[in-house]
């Protein structure tokens, strides 16, 4: 039977690498999906998930276990994009998108969503837009949408009220509408 | 089109937060507000676009590197930590032994004892030892050889005065 997430830190703050390492590859990916929403290029993705994972094992001892462990990380990784986020300006890249998915073409670098039913072509470069809202914005939209937490979740990630992830998100989600609608 | 303050409800409406008894009546008030159709439909627009782009995974490789980089970070974090266990350890013992001589120390007054008989007795002049006890010291045993010398000098005075007659 694997160990959860909470026996796997209990470990690793004793010393046990196999422990840290389970818990890496556990979380990894889900780290670098946001790693790379937030930062828009793998290099700095990577960077910022190898940050994450040292300051997890930094922080293993201190773990109150007052949130759930994928909480706790995801907090971490906030942190450290927030750090690394000011030695990628200068050097800002757009992701790349393979799009292969049903409904998703390449074209220029832009991404066309068409929905099924309204036909909706509207050829945008969602990472740009994300990169382009204030901060605050932009944590609550990623953790919403690309990690797909909950209200109560985001909350103990970025350490604010609920009714502040509510309005933050809602705000988020306005001024994205409104920076694809100048867009298209 | 004029604002409406339901609106702002919408996100948690479109994200299921809402509880069942606001959720009634936020459906209720979506059959007549075209604000509200118009931001929620936008908000499930920007859900399908996040949707729809692929996963971005971690290749093996890259994971690989991510894992090799971060194990050298925590080996020498751990090397720091043996450091300074090391470090506290020896400053603890040293604080140890600091302690245990200035007990012993304080045990043996003020350090090594000499026999009276081997003291050094220093000898002050005699005008130190007035300034230090406020006394005089008695009236010194005076040795011929001062006497006869005292009577020289008394001799040779009286000669220089008289001019040198008798």
Not at chain 1, 31 to 58: C, H, M, P, Y
Not at chain 1, 149 to 163: N, Q, W
Not at chain 2, 123 to 147: C, H, I, Y
Request: glycine share 8%.
């Amino acid at each position: 039977m694997p160990e959860s997430d909470l026996e796997l830190l209990r470990s690793t703050a004793g010393g046990d690498g196999e422990a840290f390492n389970s818990l890496a590859e556990r979380h990894a990916q889900h780290l670098f999906r946001l790693a790379l929403w937030w930062s828009g290029n793998r290099a700095d993705a990577e960077d910022i998930v190898q940050e994450t994972l040292v300051g997890a094992f930094k922080g293993a001892r201190a773990f109150s276990g007052r949130s759930s462990v994928k909480t706790w990380i995801t907090r971490i990784l906030m942190r450290q994009a927030a750090k690394i986020r000011g030695k990628q300006r200068g050097r800002r890249q757009t992701m790349s998108i393979h799009a292969s998915d049903e409904g998703l073409t390449m074209q220029s670098g832009r991404l066309a969503v068409e929905s099924g039913t309204t036909q909706v072509d509207q050829r945008i470069d969602l990472q740009a837009m994300i990169q382009r809202l204030p901060e605050e914005h932009r944590q609550v939209i990623l953790l919403r949408e690309a990690q797909g937490l909950s209200y109560e979740e985001i909350a103990e990630v970025l350490e604010i009220p609920i009714g502040t992830v509510e309005s933050r998100l809602y705000r988020a989600r306005a001024g994205l509408k409104q920076r694809l609608n100048g867009y298209s | 089109m004029d604002a409406c303050e339901t609106t702002s409800r919408m996100s948690a409406y479109h994200d299921g937060e809402l509880s069942p008894e606001l959720r009634r009546k936020v459906e209720d008030h979506l059959i007549d507000c075209p604000v509200c159709q118009e931001a929620l439909a936008s908000m499930r627009g920007i859900s399908a676009m996040f949707a729809a782009m692929p996963g971005q995974e971690l290749t093996h490789e890259e994971m690989g590197e991510i894992q090799k980089a971060a194990e050298a970070e925590i080996d020498q974090t751990t090397r720091e930590r043996s450091l300074l266990r090391f470090a506290g350890g020896l400053l603890a013992a040293a604080a140890s032994i600091l302690i245990v001589c200035g007990a012993w120390w304080s045990e043996s007054g003020t350090g090594t004892t000499v026999p009276p008989q081997q003291m050094v007795v220093i000898d002050n002049p005699a005008w130190e030892r007035v300034a230090m006890t406020l006394k005089v010291d008695p009236e010194p045993v005076r040795s011929e050889n001062t006497a006869l010398a005292d009577a020289r000098l008394a001799d040779w005075m009286l000669d220089r005065l008289s001019g040198g007659n008798p």
